[in-house]
């Protein structure tokens, strides 16, 4: 209509906000009336009204109207979407038939990672600082970022480092959460860049490295600490019109980001594993080093002894790997059709090129079609037909991606349990021959 954002929102919220959220509360009210009684009280009114607010206000104007949308309620398992590995902090993935049905992972399918309690944020008063190796550091609220900065979006999938974790805890137990194929999502994101948003600051030319401070407070014993990590500011350059190096995330698939996947703003690394796409974002540090945070410093490394000199000498984990896994099956007559995804190393231009699947321990093999939706650090979804008569047959799954990079028959064990890509396999026994 012409009205810049902010004169915009303030006429809004005086005369025309509280009317149509009044409306929208009214019908939310009727509607959950006849909803099941538990779910009325696991989420308040405001929470239905503010996501249905936020299509009518401007993009800018959205992340405010969702303020009041957190639901920090216990997780009712028997209701929940996801599978909680660990209730306190949340850490919970998808059933996998779920998670392949569609290329954009529905926010209530996709896995939450935390390693701390959801932080309690008001969004009008949170901040964002740019600080170190710039020529003037800068602080701005969520709405000040949004209104300064172009917006830009993409689709991506972010993946956890310890996805299969627990297929390495058959050779010998390892510590973290113990996931099984499903910390894994593919979705649209929407933010501002971080390469605008430094350029207002100016980095200086001796810039190696950019650190990200959540707002999160992580306990270990009696140390308490936030979650952090940091990126080569080489990453921006990889950027182009239609992705970007990094995000600055308040958005998920068209609404708000919900509490659990880092309200009100977050980091998106695209082909870097989740660990790097820190949540509750509150500080970015420009440096000539990688962050000392403990989980850039000496967590998500790929080590083997763990011993403090391995640790301290072992760089980070940037990439995830070329992966892939079965995830359903459905009889059709004397066959079996079989889904699943897979997911190229995480590198500019890098796509699935081939997903094969054996029945004979891999002396065959046979291409299964692949998904037609496909993207840049994007997974891609395949399916395949096959005949398999025997429930003691070892199903085997493995993927090889643009750049020639295949999953390995197996993968030696690391005490982190980290970057489990061999190849997946599924008894047929469970597949409910």
Known sequence: MGVSPPSFYLRTRRADAQPLATLIVLLC???????????????????????????????????????????????????????????????????????????????????????????????????????????????????????????????CTVSCAGIRRYEFNKMKEVRGVAWQEGPIGNAVWSGVRLSDVLKAAGVNAEAKHVWFEGADEVVDGKTTFPFGGSVPISKLSEEDSSMPGVLLATHMNGQPLLADHGFPIRTIVPGYIGARSVKWLRKIVVSDKPSPNHFIA????????????????????????????????????????????ALPTGRKGCSISRVEISTDNGTSWTNATLGKEIGDFCWQLWSVTLTIANPSTVICVRATDSQGNTMPETVPWNPKGYLYNAWHRVPASRLDI
Not at 96 to 103: A, F, M, P, Q, T
Not at 112 to 123: E, L, Q
Not at 132 to 154: H, N, W
Not at 323 to 335: F, G, I, M
Request: glycine share 4%.
């Open 29 to 155: 009210l009727v509607a959950m009336y006849f909803t099941n009684r538990r779910q009325f009280l696991s989420r308040s009114a405001f929470a239905f009204a503010g996501a249905a607010a936020s299509s009518l206000l401007p993009w800018s104007v959205a992340s405010r109207a969702s303020a009041s949308t957190w639901d920090e309620a216990q997780v009712d398992p028997a209701k929940a979407d996801l599978i909680y590995r660990t209730p306190a902090p949340r850490n919970g993935e998808p059933k996998l038939d779920k998670l392949v049905e569609n290329w954009i992972t529905p926010t209530p399918q996709f896995y939450i990672r935390s390693h701390g309690a959801n932080p309690a944020v008001v969004a009008d008063e949170f901040k964002v600082s740019v600080d170190g190796m710039v020529e003037k550091s800068l602080v701005f609220s969520i709405q000040e970022l949004v209104e300064k900065f172009p917006k830009s979006s993409c689709t």
């Open 298 to 341: 000496d967590v998500y490394k790929m080590v083997y002894s763990g011993t403090p000199v391995e640790i301290d000498e072992t760089a980070p984990i940037y990439r995830y790997p070329v992966n892939a896994a079965l995830c359903s099956a459905e009889k059709q007559a004397d066959k079996m059709h079989l889904k699943g995804y």
